[in-house]
């Protein structure tokens, strides 16, 4: 089982580096169900070695997907302490986190509390988590809008400048700069087409 | 809107104001000077311009200058006591005036304003109808002793966001009570204002969104700028790399379409990037730019998946900015996919 010390995925990451391409990592942080069945685990069961992979890629900028949670992965007892280690971190300068998906967004929507813990660790890392929907082939729009929706407590909750750049501005900053950095490669490994 | 001294670069509109006149730019130039201001108090290099303005492109270095000097024209602005742009020879370009952010609310006026100018003209407006084109500007009720336009004048306060259909809807609900030429050139103004692009600023990009289904099904990419709107800013969109195959040993006649549906296998299904690309590339150069496509139909387990994201590259040119999404561990989608691809520890 288990992957993250394949080296092919550490060939993936450094080339993703070396060209400046954003990478959107999902790997869940624990097995599935993990408060049911490794009660009083000392951490999730993957967080080390995702830290190690992380950290092995300095270079190359990783959104880690949906903070590492999923469907069967609820935030574990003080996960967004644990978060905000990694991202207090500068070895970990690279690595951003997104909150998309309906599952997700259902874990820190259900209390006030859950709210106002992830505000709390937004408004630490304003320039880190990025806002994404994680839709798949909606049929209309309201079904497209329903994760950004789900969060309204969360937009109420943050400070308006916090909010903005999960919302929008890191978006900006990360894909912009992934942009910019691929056209670039690209200029020098693609032959070149068209003319002024 | 971003503002410098007495101009407003208005982004949305794709124009530069000078207090309520507009500039002339053509749209190069705009990007250029976009480009800068939106770079402020740093050096741009003439190499990033040429990256972020002619991607795909090779353009002499020398046209930049040319731009610039246009610029600095409109702007007044002198090469040797640049007030805002100064030039570091043959390295670049450096915006220096201090710039700040308009409110939507401010920019949105302008628009409005800009709105009347380019159709009837103050005078003429203000001649036929009173104090609607102020109260319209300024979304505050003007004092009128005209009582014969007051009904119209409130309506006319447009709220952000407010279609002009329903306000149109509103005028015709009151018509007996204004008067009619009045009303028709009001109809028009309003009808010009929304062939405007309007300023409404997205309220979030979305960096986590798929296109397709596991079966690699999802709406055409122009539908689904239609549901993004005025919403949605950027999207990063890719496929799914993971198809749910339909094994009818499995599943017979019921038809899978999502991974929990099934206990048949997932495979990595490559042409999702081709897809994508060719989707990307099927909009218009605007449309494109609200859209980050990802690469994301390799195998994270094979050394060769690094081989399948440079062919993408070289394939498709111009399109992507990334990887993913890709999985390493999820929950039931790392026991669907055969043993044999899976990703196993290596113990080193």
């Known amino acids: 089982m288990a992957s993250l010390q394949n080296p092919a995925l550490d060939r993936i990451l450094d080339f993703a580096g070396e060209v400046g391409l954003a990478v ?7 097995i599935p169900l993990a408060k049911d069945v490794a009660m009083g685990a000392a951490e999730p069961a993957y967080l080390s070695e995702i830290k190690a992979v992380l950290k092995r890629h300095p270079q190359t900028t990783i959104i880690w997907a949906h903070i590492g949670l999923g469907r069967l992965v609820a935030p574990p007892e003080g996960y967004l302490s644990q978060i905000d280690g990694i991202l207090s971190d500068p070895d970990f300068s690279n690595v951003y986190v997104d909150i998309s998906w309906d599952v997700v967004a259902k874990y820190f929507v259900a209390s006030r509390e859950a709210t106002e813990n992830l505000a709390a660790a937004m408004q630490r890392h304003p320039g880190r988590f990025l806002f994404g929907t994680d839709g798949a082939a909606p049929v209309n729009e309201s079904k497209y809008l329903s994760v ?8 109420k909750t943050l400070d308006a ?9 890191n978006y900006e900053r990360v ?3 992934a942009r910019r950095r691929v056209r670039n490669w690209e200029r020098g490994h693609v032959a070149r087409v068209g003319a002024n | 809107m971003r503002q410098f001294h007495s101009f407003r670069l208005d982004t949305v509109n794709h124009c530069l104001w ?5 500039e002339v730019l053509t749209p190069k130039a705009f990007d250029v000077l976009r480009y800068l201001v939106e770079h402020a108090e740093r050096l741009v290099t003439q190499e990033e311009l040429l990256e972020a303005l002619w991607p795909e492109t090779y353009v002499n270095p020398e046209v930049i200058k040319k731009y610039i000097l246009g610029i600095r024209k409109v702007l007044g602005d002198r090469h040797e006591n640049p007030e805002f742009i100064r030039t570091f020879p043959r390295r670049g370009y450096q915006f220096i005036a201090p710039v700040s952010a308009v409110g939507a609310a401010e920019s949105s006026a302008l628009s409005v304003s800009a709105a009347k100018q380019l159709t009837i003209g103050e005078s003429a407006l203000e001649r036929l109808g009173g104090n609607i084109g102020k109260a319209l500007m300024s979304r505050q009720q003007c004092d009128a002793d005209d009582r014969g336009f007051d009904c119209v004048r409130v309506r006319a306060r447009r709220k952000p966001g407010m279609q002009a259909a329903t306000m149109i809807g509103s005028l015709l609900a009151n018509w007996r009570e204004a008067r009619c030429a009045a009303a028709m050139v009001f109809l028009l103004f309003v009808g010009v204002a929304e062939a405007l692009p309007q300023n409404n600023d997205p309220e979030f990009n979305d960096s986590h969104f798929h296109l397709t289904n596991n079966i690699q099904e999802g709406p055409d990419i122009r539908e689904f700028l239609k549901m993004m709107g005025n919403r949605a800013g950027r999207v990063a969109i890719f496929g799914i790399p993971l198809q749910q195959e339909w094994s009818y040993r499995v599943d017979g006649d019921r038809a899978p379409t999502y991974y929990l549906h099934s206990d048949a296998p997932l495979y990595y299904y490559s042409f999702t990037d081709a897809w994508i690309a060719m989707a990307y590339r099927s909009l218009t150069k605007e449309q494109r730019a609200r859209f980050d496509p990802m690469i994301t139909g390799f195998n994270p387990a094979d050394m060769y998946a690094v081989d399948h994201i440079r062919r993408v590259l070289r394939t498709f040119p111009g399109v992507f ?9 999820k929950e039931f989608v790392s026991a669907k996919i055969p043993a044999k691809w899976r990703a196993c520890r290596i113990r080193r």
């Open chain 1, 24 to 30: 959107i990592l999902h790997c869940d942080v624990d």
């Open chain 1, 148 to 155: 950004f929706n789900q969060y309204a407590p969360l937009w």
């Open chain 1, 161 to 169: 400048e916090t909010s903005r750049k999960v919302r929008l501005e």
């Open chain 1, 175 to 177: 894909f912009d700069e």
């Open chain 2, 18 to 22: 000078r207090g309520e006149s507009r």
């Open chain 2, 321 to 329: 900015s990334g990887i993913g999404e890709f999985t390493i561990h």
